[in-house]
């Protein structure tokens, strides 16, 4: 019984140790998130005069992104982390409702122009699909503040964050085996649930890990074609410059000529 306990106690430290670590990792993946998507919402706030007035009255402007951003992500990657309710996250989350439904109203034509974007994040039910095809990352244009390497960062950060959850998944599935023998019929559906999630979380790796290759080697062809560019550029620069010393020479050449048959005719005379 002391044994079982010792290493109920191990199985339970690692997955505090793998909850710690994955905590860090959604902190580093929503601060680029807002940083790729800051550009991008100052150009909605722009161009939607009226609902800034509406804002700023209430005198929560700057907040207003970061909050929705941080309840988006936090919906988004619906874990299996159970954050205590006294936590920052928590706090967080909460003053992002409180502060939705007070601005609900005021901000419901800024809604609707953000639609497509938002049900592209809310829809998403893994945390591999923020960065897939259907993404909010790759929908947003390139010139709203994402780059190719924003991107980059991006999909690095979330396989970091689902190699974390596959880590939390597997010692929570050692342990349910180990819990097995006592309780055989509840602990049965919960393996192979966490098997399927883990199976599901390294097909997301392995569709991320291939996209993080194509965006690298698409960013070597750019910086390729750039390069190039501005070699030709160089050579054309290079020519007309060669050009222009090529009429001067001629323009000299015409002035000795003519200097030369003066000469001549003189020694004539």
């Known amino acids: 019984l002391e044994e079982g306990q010792v290493k109920m106690q191990s199985r339970l430290e690692e997955e505090e140790e793998a909850k710690a670590a994955l905590m860090s990792r959604i902190q580093r993946l929503t601060k680029l ?15 939607m005069p009226c609902h800034q007035r509406s804002l700023s009255a209430s005198g929560d402007d700057a907040s207003f992104p970061s909050f929705r951003s941080l ?17 920052p996250s928590s706090a967080l989350s909460g003053a992002s409702e409180a502060f939705d439904f007070k601005h609900r109203r005021s901000f419901s034509k800024w809604n609707d122009d953000k639609s497509q974007s938002r049900c592209a994040i809310t829809d998403s039910s893994h945390p591999g699909d ?11 244009p390139l010139d709203g503040g ?8 991006l999909m690095v950060e979330q396989v970091k964050m689902l190699n974390g959850e596959i880590a939390l998944s597997t010692s929570t ?24 999630e883990i199976n599901a979380k390294r097909k997301q790796i392995r569709i991320l890990e291939r996209q ?11 910086a390729s074609m750039v390069e190039m560019q501005q070699t030709v550029m160089k050579l054309m620069a290079q020519c007309s410059e060669k050009g222009f010393e090529l009429e001067i020479k001629t323009a000299d050449n015409r002035i000795l000529q003519d200097q030369l048959e ?3 005719r003189k020694k004539k005379k």
Do not use: W
């Open 33 to 47: 998130i807002l940083v790729s998507s800051k550009s991008t919402l100052a150009g909605y706030k722009n161009d």
């Open 212 to 222: 993080i290759v194509e965006c690298r080697e698409a960013s070597v062809a750019d």
């Open 130 to 140: 923020l960065i897939c095809g259907s993404s909010f990352v790759s929908k947003m």
């Open 262 to 264: 003066n000469q001549v």
């Open 71 to 87: 309840k988006y992500i936090y919906h988004l990657l619906k874990l299996d982390v159970e954050i205590p309710k006294d936590s």
């Open 146 to 153: 994402v780059t190719m390497s924003d991107q980059i960062d």
């Open 173 to 196: 599935l050692k342990r349910l085996v180990e819990q097995m023998a006592d309780d055989p019929e509840n602990s049965k559906p919960q393996i192979e649930n966490l098997e399927h």
